[in-house]
């Protein structure tokens, strides 16, 4: 069973950054590939990108190649997406996922555990 708590969201304006935290519980985090996920109103959840159990690989949507940076620290439970050059289009909520496999993928119905979600907003 792994827990996980997001933090880090909030109201930016375009061009600005955030980042978002996903802290974890439980014994396996260091075995399962994490993932970040975004829903925007009235659209489905959508990848955001990806990492490994071991953070050796990542994986990322097109819409934030460039932008965005995933990382995990395993001695410390918690994996990160660092978010930079915001835009309006950027908003949604933004939830962590873990799966119970070594490597990540993008869709969200691999994923086995979810967090409950972080509101990212980008001012125009």
Request: with cysteine; hydrophobic share 35%; charged share 15%.
């Amino acid at each position: 069973q792994v827990q996980l708590v997001e933090s880090g969201g909030g109201l930016v304006q375009a061009g600005g950054s955030l980042r978002l935290s996903c802290a974890a519980s439980g014994r396996t985090f260091s075995s399962c590939a994490m993932g970040w996920f975004r829903q925007a109103p009235g659209k489905e959840r959508a990848f955001v990108a990806g990492i490994s159990a071991s953070g050796g690989s990542t994986l990322y949507a097109n819409s934030v190649k460039g932008r965005f940076s995933i990382s995990r620290d395993n001695a410390k439970n918690t994996v990160y997406l660092q978010m930079n050059s915001l835009k309006p289009e950027d908003t949604a909520v933004y939830y962590c996922a873990a799966r119970s496999a070594s490597w990540m993928l993008s869709r969200p119905d691999e994923y086995n555990y979810w967090g409950q979600g972080t509101q990212v907003t980008v001012s125009s």
